[in-house]
């Protein structure tokens, strides 16, 4: 199975930040790499497929860069609403993996 | 976008079989444009990729719970169901489905049901 790990698995920021997450694959995923936005008793929400596409309705504080093994979710400017916890997702190979998450707290 | 809602037991006994079904509305789940998946996520715990099935009714599980899980499709009521046998403790979740959005490169996880928590206890 392909191993993803993010860093760092928490962090506090403020209001109007940039906040950049890593994910890091164990092997080569091309571009690969979906991003997602979980809020407490919610599903996950769709961000950002094939490492830097944005999903339609996220608004464009949101990038996603990287390929191979390195990737980063970037939001630029931190909002509210963005307090949540961040999860990479490999859709290479199967079984699809995800990183073990990145809790965005409030500073 | 589809909506998907997830149903079933909250509560299942050790050893028994955990039985949820996903009901697909706003489109077919005979729709080539999709495939579906369930994934779990344990209190507190990441996520989980379950398995997943296309519209031809092929399916991929993931091999550390392979020989327990069965998922299907029933078209005459759009809806797809999993089924995960001789369940532990360690399978106390909250169950999710999911659409794939497999002509994408990166196969994302578009559409989620809001999720039903699955307690495995006597």
């Known amino acids: 199975d392909i191993q993803m790990t993010q860093s760092p698995s928490s962090l506090s920021a403020s209001v109007g930040d940039r906040v950049t997450i890593t994910c890091r694959a164990s092997e080569s995923i091309s571009s690969h790499l979906n991003w997602y936005q979980q809020k407490p008793e919610k599903a996950p929400k769709l961000l950002i497929y094939?490492?830097?596409s944005l999903q339609g309705g996220v608004p464009p504080r949101f990038t996603g860069s990287g390929f191979g093994t390195d990737f980063t979710l970037t939001i630029s400017s931190l909002q509210p609403e963005d307090f949540a916890t961040y999860y990479c997702?490999?859709?290479?190979?199967?079984?699809?993996?995800f990183g073990q998450g990145t809790k965005v707290e409030i500073k | 976008q589809l909506q998907l809602r997830e149903s079933g037991p909250g509560l299942v006994k050790p050893s028994e079989t955990l039985s949820l079904t996903c009901a697909v509305s706003?489109?077919?789940?005979?729709?080539?444009?999709?495939?579906w998946a369930w994934i779990r996520q344990p209190p507190g715990k990441g996520l989980e990729w379950i398995g997943s099935?296309?519209?031809?009714?092929?399916?991929y599980y993931n091999p550390s719970l392979k020989s327990r899980v069965t998922v299907s499709v029933d078209t005459s009521k759009n809806q797809f169901s999993l089924r995960l046998s001789s369940v532990t403790a360690a399978d106390t979740a909250v169950y999710y489905c999911a659409t794939i959005l497999f002509r994408i490169s990166s196969s994302p996880l578009d559409s989620w049901g809001q999720g039903t928590l699955v307690t495995v206890s006597s």
């Open positions: 706003g489109g077919s789940i005979t729709s080539d444009l999709y495939y």
């Open positions: 997702q490999q859709g290479n190979s199967a079984p699809r993996t």
């Open positions: 094939a490492a830097s």
């Open positions: 099935i296309n519209y031809s009714g092929d399916t």
